[in-house]
């Protein structure tokens, strides 16, 4: 079934460095692709999403493309801020009568 | 408009009682989901409705476990015979359909004793 295979955390880094998280996929077809973010103290919120293969999503300085070859939805982002210290989770849609999966998710802390 | 809510949004309760926790979703979502998120650990999908379909519950840890969805709108999930594992958030998240976003609630924290 589908399923999603995320970089596990935790992450620490410095104000202004690039960021990458890998989010890799298993899927029967090409589904709609996720990320979510979970600052502290605050629910879970989507960042943003691709519909299609080929597809970037991007938000907040965040980008992520859909690369069907590859089956990868990688986070990227070029500057990072302490204000982007949360924990991001990649999940697939849910397929049929497939059991639905998050990635397990990664926590991020960025030091000034 | 309203975003997905969520009561009690703390709970604490004794080992071996039972408990509710209601969702109520954002108007017209015909999915609604349900997930248990532990200190420190990912989300864990529990059950999934959608429309007038027969739920998944293949995430449902135990029998102690269940969950209904009154016309396609409120759900509520029902722990029976609590035990101290089941303390955690328990998060509810609705979308326009199972390919669409979902929106999450803030979630139940419940401490069981």
């Known amino acids: 079934g589908d399923s999603v295979t995320q970089m596990e955390g935790p992450v620490t880094l410095s104000e202004e460095a690039f960021l990458t998280i890998n989010c890799t996929y298993t899927?029967?077809?090409?589904?709609?692709l996720f990320w979510y973010v979970q600052y502290p103290g605050e629910g879970l919120q989507l960042l943003l999403k691709a519909t299609k293969a080929d597809d970037k999503g991007s938000n907040k300085g965040f980008e992520a493309t859909y690369r069907k070859e590859t089956t990868s939805f990688h986070l990227e982002k070029g500057s990072v801020q302490v204000s982007d210290s949360a924990v991001y989770f990649c999940?697939?849609?849910?397929?049929?009568?497939?059991?639905?999966?998050f990635g397990t998710g990664t926590r991020l802390t960025i030091i000034p | 408009g309203a975003g997905v809510s969520q009561s009690p949004s703390n709970k604490v309760t004794e080992k071996g009682k039972d408990v509710e926790l209601r969702c109520d979703p954002i108007s017209g979502h015909t999915a609604l989901y349900w997930y248990r998120q532990s200190l420190g650990q990912g989300l864990e999908f529990l059950i999934y409705f959608q429309g007038n379909s027969a739920p998944d519950k293949s995430g449902l840890p135990s029998d102690r476990f269940s969950a209904e969805r009154t016309g396609g709108s409120v759900s509520t999930l029902t722990i029976q015979r609590t035990q101290q594992e089941d303390s955690a958030v328990y998060l509810c998240?609705?979308?326009?359909?199972?390919?669409?976003?979902?929106?999450f609630g803030p979630g139940t924290r419940l401490l069981v004793l």
């Open positions: 899927a029967t077809g090409y589904p709609s």
């Open positions: 999940a697939p849609p849910k397929e049929g009568n497939e059991k639905l999966t």
């Open positions: 998240a609705s979308s326009p359909d199972s390919q669409e976003t979902q929106y």
